[in-house]
């Protein structure tokens, strides 16, 4: 079960993939990390996909990630008289808290959070960006706009407010209530959706504790203010160009991934990229040129994991548009242009021991041809470190802990690998060697090169996945299989 690239895959799951037998060929066809979207689809469709999902790990003993994504406070206009309207170009049009069904001069928004938010002359957008309005007058619960972008406006179509920060939190009733499942039923990752700022990623860990990890949405412009602080504090980070490019000039999203993807490698955080990356797909069986080209830019950029949404979760060729993802990454990641790209692009060490010995652990592979790296890991920690090298080499993680094996699932390069501990030091380089065999990343011959955390100041420590501050960088010579 050995994956032959570093770039992973996520996938989201939905009515066209709710089957064991083709959840099971998404994996088999590349998927890493599965995606349970709780904007859509049932507590019960979701336990039922992430027992088959659990399923699939006992049956090819391969660690799979699963990603709980939030839906998040939607905005949304009410209803109208006749389901619909049509807006045009310099007309009045109020936004009031009044429920009664809207016309072509009114309708409910039953937000007032957003009129405590608003200024004179701010826009609102409308169904996905497609309608534009400006404020002209305001109060607590009404604002009187000037149509500046017309068009048909039906019922419950989003509202984004793009330039302010809502004074909302980014957990709604909703949300508590599938984070709460999710974390009952054991979720790898959280996904946050709409994050402003590092506040709201702290509240959800407030809630989460060490249940699982957190991946802050960057779908505000807001956030973008913050971006330092919020990649600080959270455990991952999702590129969403969806709602991103709602809010923001279409022409300022590349440059803004860009520069998403550098902060997060510079921190040494997963990152990941999202939203129509082969959207063709979901009803046609090949991608067109320009879908190809943005799969592929993202992965020379050195991002973690490229994710399909509609594409596996509600599409007509679920199974060929992950084949199709795997190709690109494999093709992309064959050219020596993107090595070269990984090498110029590595960021500066941190003056710590983890960034001193990943470091070296890269360099040395490099000049003994290594065929892996070895991190040895309790929490995750010293291969999130080694993986910010972004080796030339595989990054095999050895854990203990099955919750940590599964969340390196979205780490780029990594290969994740649950075991026991090591009862002791003068048994590892045995075991080490064994498994890299086993899990067919080594020959009788190859070295790879391995980095192990813990506390060694007692002669043969009894105990070599545990918390500790001596690490060891040593090369392994496989000498059987």
């Given at each position: 079960?050995?994956?032959?690239?570093?770039?992973?895959?996520?996938?989201?799951?939905?009515?066209?993939?709710?089957?064991?037998?083709?959840?099971?060929?998404?994996?088999?066809?590349?998927?890493?990390?599965?995606?349970?979207?709780?904007?859509?689809?049932?507590?019960?469709?979701?336990?039922?996909?992430?027992?088959?999902?659990?399923?699939?790990?006992?049956?090819?003993?391969?660690?799979?990630?699963?990603?709980?994504?939030?839906?998040?406070?939607?905005?949304?206009?009410?209803?109208?008289?006749?389901?619909?309207?049509?807006?045009?170009?310099?007309?009045?049009?109020?936004?009031?808290?009044?429920?009664?069904?809207?016309?072509?001069?009114?309708?409910?928004?039953?937000?007032?959070e957003i009129f405590l938010a608003l200024k004179k002359e701010t826009e609102l957008l409308l169904d996905d960006g497609k309608l534009r309005l400006k404020v002209q007058k305001y109060g607590s619960d009404f604002a009187e706009t000037i149509v500046i972008v017309g068009g048909r406006l039906s019922n419950s179509k989003g509202v984004n407010v793009p330039g302010v920060t809502l004074p909302i939190s980014a957990l709604t009733e909703k949300d508590h209530k599938d984070l709460a499942f999710g974390l009952e039923i054991g979720v790898d990752?959280?996904?946050?959706?709409?994050v402003q700022r590092p506040e709201d990623i702290l509240e959800v860990k407030s809630i989460i504790g060490n249940q699982a990890s957190v991946i802050a949405k960057l779908e505000k412009p807001m956030a973008i203010d913050h971006l330092e602080d919020i990649i600080a504090v959270t455990d991952g980070v999702m590129v969403a160009r969806g709602d991103l490019g709602v809010e923001m000039?279409?022409?300022?999203?590349?440059?803004?991934?860009?520069?998403?993807?550098?902060?997060?490698?510079?921190?040494?955080?997963?990152?990941?990229?999202?939203t129509q990356m082969l959207d063709s797909m979901v009803h046609l069986p090949t991608p067109t040129r320009a879908e190809t080209s943005d799969v592929a830019t993202a992965v020379y950029e050195g991002v973690d994991a490229v994710m399909l949404s509609a594409e596996s979760a509600s599409g007509s060729y679920v199974l060929e548009s992950v084949s199709m993802m795997n190709r690109i990454i494999e093709s992309v990641e064959k050219d020596d242009y993107y090595h070269q790209l990984l090498k110029d692009g590595r960021t500066p060490w941190q003056p710590t021991a983890a960034d001193a010995i990943t470091a070296a652990a890269r360099q040395v592979a490099e000049t003994i041809s290594a065929v892996g790296i070895v991190t040895l890991?309790?929490?995750g920690a010293t291969t999130l470190r080694e993986a910010r090298e972004r080796p030339a080499t595989p990054i095999l993680a050895l854990t203990p802990n099955p919750q940590v094996a599964r969340r390196l699932s979205l780490v780029w390069g990594t290969h994740?690998?649950?075991?026991?501990?090591?009862?002791?030091?003068?048994?590892?380089?045995?075991?080490?060697?064994?498994?890299?065999?086993?899990?067919?990343f080594a020959h009788r011959g190859d070295n790879v090169v391995l980095t192990i955390g813990g506390d060694f100041s007692q002669p043969d420590a009894p105990r070599v996945f545990h918390s500790g501050t001596?690490?060891?960088?040593?090369?392994?010579?496989?000498?059987?299989?």
């Open positions: 079960m050995r994956r032959y690239r570093a770039t992973k895959i996520v996938a989201t799951l939905g009515p066209a993939s709710s089957s064991s037998e083709i959840i099971e060929q998404l994996f088999l066809k590349g998927v890493d990390v599965f995606r349970l979207n709780f904007s859509h689809g049932t507590h019960e469709t979701h336990l039922k996909n992430y027992k088959i999902i659990r399923s699939l790990e006992t049956k090819y003993g391969r660690p799979i990630g699963i990603l709980q994504d939030l839906q998040g406070p939607k905005l949304r206009v009410g209803a109208f008289k006749e389901g619909q309207i049509e807006l045009k170009a310099g007309e009045s049009f109020r936004l009031d808290l009044d429920p009664t069904p809207g016309d072509s001069k009114r309708v409910n928004l039953p937000h007032p990752w959280v996904a946050l959706s709409f000039l279409p022409e300022a999203v590349p440059n803004l991934q860009k520069r998403i993807i550098r902060a997060c490698r510079m921190h040494g955080k997963p990152v990941i990229v999202a890991t309790t929490s994740p690998i649950e075991m026991q501990e090591f009862d002791s030091i003068s048994e590892i380089d045995q075991r080490v060697a064994r498994l890299a065999v086993q899990n067919g001596t690490r060891v960088l040593c090369i392994v010579a496989v000498t059987e299989g």
